[in-house]
């Protein structure tokens, strides 16, 4: 009977999100034509990312871990750990002054309407190809200096094996934030992982807890920054479960 409800309430997302971008689908791509009416296509995106999050049943609890503030004037490139689907909602929320451009797979591209808007408001990458993945540093940094903030999940995709709890990172985000002197939002999801994973017989609705860890700022070495980005996050995810 528990997993009846559980495919239910999976098959209500279908039908949420089918409803939400089929709303939202004109003025997302009407304002996403040019360059200076972003950020009035983010309101729109980002009210679909509310609809879609709330609308599943979750609610989140923000636990800031430093004293460091975001400046709304800022770009960031902004990091999480990366477990659900729903895991891109989040940043949206929290981020209403900032908007976000997120590095994605370019094979979401395929999905009918949403994949429309998806290419023109987010840096796509095809990551079989490496003259691609170079190309996402140029992209992403014309972003920022349009003012966007861009959102990138450093592990690069979720593990298969579910006993991971943080996957190793990739150099993308640092790259991008020490080559273009970006400051990094650091940020930790806990709780997603057992809520909505990426397994459809599992799942609940509930309060995710959200991290605020720390604001890197990029003068430190590549591989300084990735490192220190991965100690946060872990202590986090491990810290929150004690």
Known sequence: MKKVLV???????????TVLTLIFF???????????????????????AIGMFYGMGFRYKLISKTQQKIDRTQPYV???NHTSIMDIML???LFP????????????????????????VCVMVDRKSARSRADVYRRCAERMKEGQSIVIFPEGGVPDDTSIILDQFKDGAFILASKHQFPIAVFTFKGLKE?????NSKGYPGVVKVFFNKILQPDAKIKELKE???????????ESTK
């Open 91 to 93: 940043p949206c929320i």
């Open 195 to 199: 809520m909505f994973p990426f397994d």
């Open 228 to 238: 220190q980005a991965y100690l946060e996050i872990e202590q986090s995810l491990t």
């Open 97 to 120: 002054h900032h908007p976000l451009c997120y590095v994605g797979k370019k094979e979401l591209v395929k999905i009918p309407i949403f994949g429309t808007v998806y290419k023109r």
């Open 78 to 80: 902004i990091i999480a």
């Open 26 to 48: 004109l003025p997302v791509y009407i304002l996403s034509i040019r360059k200076q009416d972003y950020r009035y296509c983010y309101f729109f995106v980002r009210l679909w």
């Open 7 to 17: 495919y239910a309430w999976r098959f209500w997302m279908v039908i949420l999100g």
